[in-house]
């Protein structure tokens, strides 16, 4: 019967699963990976003059980058050149230590090689005239290069579809039990995927993503297989209570996010030589986005469900002041503290920076973020919501029914924010780009993704708890699709500013209803671990970065491994003890006051 029910709930995802491997199939082999090198492209040829209708001179010395075809063994490389007018030149065609000497001729000709995969520079030496009227050394003239891969054997390809496909399939098995949602989730990290590998195919290879790249796709596929199994397998431990009034599934998120955050900004304390290592660093750097975008969710998912239980009151100016009393009293105190306990720590070596940031206006213009305390920007974003959000509401519930007040609210919010990271990049030049994550009204619908799950929990109970018994699946492959966009964020960047943190909130945010209702790790030690780091999780997130300062400043980066141990364990030493000070010493006090103050 159980194994009657296993393939009832599978088979309808791996049939889907295959057509998808059909798919890549079709954009894979079908059309044989080819480039067409701009020789005007300064990336990838030097040494051509300036470009003309049909083409470029070379100035006798032209180097071409060919894109590298990682599965491919051989390439055709065919360049269509001919000579300048009246002149006779041989020239000299380089690639590695192999040379050719070719004559071009006074018409368009093209020359054809077969080019090994290793071989990724292309050296075009020919002798150089002058024609009448023209100063310039000139070469031959260069119109276009093509670059194709050529076909592999039938069972490669299917070793390597294969390779390529059997994420799509295991994924399909660990969406299996999302139904419509994990059909819809499936579908977009399908796209995604199929997208991105088609742009590989056509690129070469060269700039792997995360799931593309042969290494990360092992491991997910593992990660997957383990986790299907195990959820087939699940049996109920032991159940852990947490300290009263606290929601252990949303402790379990938060010290997730908070050490995704604390981990990330110790990078400027590693090797030197990795920040040269494009994979380990991005993967290192990420994780503190990822930590910011969980919680992001989750306080969207908090905050929304104090409005919704005193949305009917919020015709009462006062009830929206106690709202922002409370939650300024919960993150501002402790927030200043430690940028008064930063001068002594790690003093801030711009002045104006320093203040911009704590004044949360550092991050309002895209062509200089503040580069001191940097992550204060987040902090801003969640007091601008705490500021807009509730004043929405209040202004539309005169006018509106409570809910609809509610929704055009999160609609309005959501529209800015989206419409102001559509805009900016029209607006600003492409290497500012990056900034755009940092603004904070172009972020704030990062919260309302949470709120939309606390409506869902509130007002429809149903849809939250069917969510639920979907499991984490969907949320995690969601969360998963905006990190594969956002770590090759420079090769989709429209795409990736509009909806890579966009896809790890939304992600996140349907992680809630499942993970609200886990009573354990199994583990009571761990347990208690875990709710203790999110206790301190806010402390955490404000201390960790002036000790990495201050190491940074005493020590500098480790140049052993030993010394990279002692770093960190004495990083997350002073981090930690710095965290639980300033919870017990400032946090739980203040709280406890506002709590007399201002009941909720």
């Known amino acids: 019967m159980r194994q009657r029910v296993w393939q009832r709930e599978y088979w309808g995802f791996v049939f889907i699963a295959i057509m998808s491997w059909l798919i890549i199939y079709g954009c894979l082999v079908r059309i044989v990976p080819q480039a067409r090198i701009d020789i005007t492209n300064r990336d990838m040829v030097v040494g051509v003059w300036a470009p003309e209708s049909e083409g470029a001179w070379s100035n006798g010395d032209t180097h071409i980058a060919l894109p590298y075809f990682g599965e491919f063994p051989w390439r055709s490389v065919a360049i269509t050149w001919r000579r300048p007018l009246d002149a006779t030149i041989t020239a000299t065609i380089q690639i590695g230590t192999t040379s050719i000497q070719a004559t071009p001729v006074q018409q368009w000709r093209t020359l054809h090689l077969l080019v090994p995969t290793n071989q990724t520079m292309l050296i075009l030496q020919s002798p150089t005239t002058k024609l009448q009227g023209d100063r310039r050394e000139l070469g031959a003239f260069v119109g276009e290069v093509t670059v194709t891969a050529l076909q592999l054997p039938w069972w490669y390809i299917v070793v390597w579809l294969v390779d390529l496909g059997l994420i799509i399939v295991v994924l399909g098995l660990l969406l299996g039990r999302g139904q419509w949602l994990g059909l819809g989730i499936y579908g977009i990290v399908c796209l995604i995927y199929c997208v991105m590998i088609y742009q590989e195919s056509q690129s070469g290879f060269a700039n ?4 593309l790249d042969r290494g990360g796709r092992y491991a997910s596929v593992v990660g ?22 606290r929601r252990f599934g949303l402790d379990v998120l938060r010290a997730i996010a908070v050490m995704c955050v604390v981990v990330a900004h110790f990078t400027p304390l590693v090797f030197v030589e990795w920040s040269s290592n494009r994979d380990i660093f991005r993967w290192l750097v990420y994780l503190g986005a990822v ?16 409005l919704l239980r005193t949305l009917a009151r919020m015709q009462d100016f006062a009830v929206v002041s106690r709202f922002w009393m409370r939650r300024w009293l919960r993150t501002l105190p402790a927030a200043y503290v430690s940028a008064v306990v930063m001068w002594a720590i790690a003093p801030p070596l711009d002045v104006r920076d320093y203040l911009a940031s704590i004044f949360f206006v550092g991050t309002i213009n895209p062509y200089h973020i503040s580069k001191e305390i940097p992550f204060w920007w987040s902090l801003g974003a969640e007091e601008v919501f705490y500021l807009l959000f509730p004043l929405g509401i209040y202004l539309f519930i005169k006018k509106l029914p409570q809910y609809r007040a509610f929704a055009v609210t999160i609609a309005l919010v959501a529209v800015i924010s989206i419409v102001n990271r559509l805009v900016i990049p029209q607006v600003i030049e492409q290497a500012y780009w990056k900034s755009i994550d940092f603004l904070i009204y172009a972020r704030l619908d990062s919260m309302i993704w949470g709120v939309l799950v606390a409506w869902m929990r509130i007002a429809r109970p149903a849809w939250f708890a069917r969510v639920a018994q979907y499991g984490y699946a969907p949320g995690v492959a969601l969360l998963w699709a905006g990190v594969m966009l956002s770590l090759d964020r420079y090769r989709w960047p429209l795409i990736t500013v509009l909806f890579g943190h966009m896809l790890i909130t939304i992600g996140a945010a349907l992680l809630l209803p499942a993970i609200e209702s886990l009573a354990t790790l199994g583990w009571r030690m761990l347990d ?7 206790l301190i999780s806010y402390s955490l997130y404000l201390y960790h970065v002036m000790m990495v300062i201050f190491l940074e400043r005493s020590i500098g980066s480790a ?11 004495t990083y997350i030493a002073l981090t930690f003890g710095a965290a639980a000070l300033s919870y017990y010493f400032v946090e739980a006090p203040v709280l406890r006051w506002r709590n007399r103050a201002y009941p909720e």
């Open 291 to 306: 930590g910011v975008d969980i919680f992001f969710a989750l306080s969207g998912y908090l905050i929304g469900g104090i």
């Open 528 to 534: 208690r671990v875990v709710v203790w780091i999110a």
């Open 224 to 245: 997957m297989i383990v986790w299907v199994w195990r959820r087939y397998h699940q049996q109920q431990p032991g159940v852990y209570t947490p300290p009263q009034g």
């Open 559 to 569: 140049t052993t491994w030993p010394i990279l141990g002692a770093l960190f364990g």
């Open 208 to 211: 792997l993503s995360l799931w």
